[in-house]
């Protein structure tokens, strides 16, 4: 469709009435890109999307828009804003609306969100079989950081000699923070709260000390550690990931070898993408699918 037969599309702020439109438009869409590439969908149905963005669109930590065209909803996207660093998504577009620039008006209204916050870097993880994406994700300037490895199955090895795993409470929020720091320069303190709160969060130790911690394993966690031992104590402490999977940076070769010689499996390649500010983690990270 050309640029002047284009509809005019209008962008507001979500409400949570908005959730359930949104969510099977959201299903819709990972189930439509996927199948096409052959991969499975990134939510087992519409229930799980709804939910998810019913809880962000209800959330004062979640900065949340919909694309409308002739008064009718036909994507979302959100800004996660409990960190220094923002990150983005889902975003998504129903698929009869294709093509008309819904995506790029709404990550131009949460870049412009991020902008007015004084957010100093926005980040964001992209399915890399979705060439479109990619092509609107360069051109609003976002680059390529990191290869990624959405990992999922159960571990051979249950448990990794000289660590302890063990559920975190709210004593080990500095201890955390300041690993965060040491990795990659911020913190994530809203994100690791919460997460203790709900009971998901787990720290490694060795020597008496935390030299890891995961909010969750599975794909809306992230994990950060001092070395690859610890992330694999981390990782063997679960029975299962949440969602399709854990997010293993494709780069971190001794790690990503170690979880398929563990009987674990790539489910699909992602990419790590950053606006702004950005400086390579000193430690062994894995990152959530919003970054």
């Not at 962008?11 to 819709?28: H, K, L, N």
């Not at 998504?92 to 957010?119: F, H, W």
């Amino acid at each position: 469709m050309s640029r002047k037969t284009r509809p005019d599309i209008v962008v507001r702020m979500a409400t949570p009435a908005d959730s359930a439109v949104c969510g099977r438009i959201c299903f819709e869409a990972f189930s439509s890109i996927n199948a096409a590439h052959g991969f499975p969908c990134d939510f087992p149905g519409s229930e799980a999307s709804t939910g998810l963005l019913s809880m962000m669109f209800a959330s004062p930590d979640f900065y949340c828009v919909v694309a409308e065209v002739d008064g009718r909803i036909v994507g979302s996207n959100c800004l996660d804003e409990r960190s220094v660093i923002r990150g983005v998504g889902p975003v998504t577009i129903d698929p009869c609306s294709q093509n008309l620039g819904v995506g790029r008006k709404l990550m131009q209204a949460v870049m412009e969100r991020a902008k007015e916050r004084y957010a100093p870097g926005v980040r964001l993880v992209q399915a890399a079989f979705h060439n479109r994406s990619l092509s609107l994700y360069t051109s609003l300037g976002f680059d390529i950081r990191e290869p990624l490895s959405c990992v999922q199955g159960r571990t051979l090895e249950r448990s990794i000699a000289g660590c302890v795993v063990r559920v975190a409470n709210d004593a080990d929020a500095d201890a955390c923070n300041a690993l965060s720091w040491q990795v990659h320069g911020f913190d994530r303190g809203v994100d690791l709260a919460q997460a203790i709160e709900q009971g998901t969060a787990r720290v490694v130790e060795r020597g008496g000390r935390v030299t890891g911690y995961t909010t969750h394993l599975g794909f809306f966690g992230h994990s950060t550690a001092e070395t690859n031992l610890d992330l694999q104590a981390l990782i063997v402490s679960v029975e299962s990931f949440a969602g399709p999977g854990i997010l293993v940076p494709s780069r971190n070769s001794v790690l990503l070898r170690w979880c398929l010689a563990n009987g674990l499996r790539v489910v699909q390649p992602m990419t790590l993408m950053t606006a702004g500010l950005y400086s390579d983690p000193s430690g062994a990270w894995l990152p959530s699918v919003l970054f």
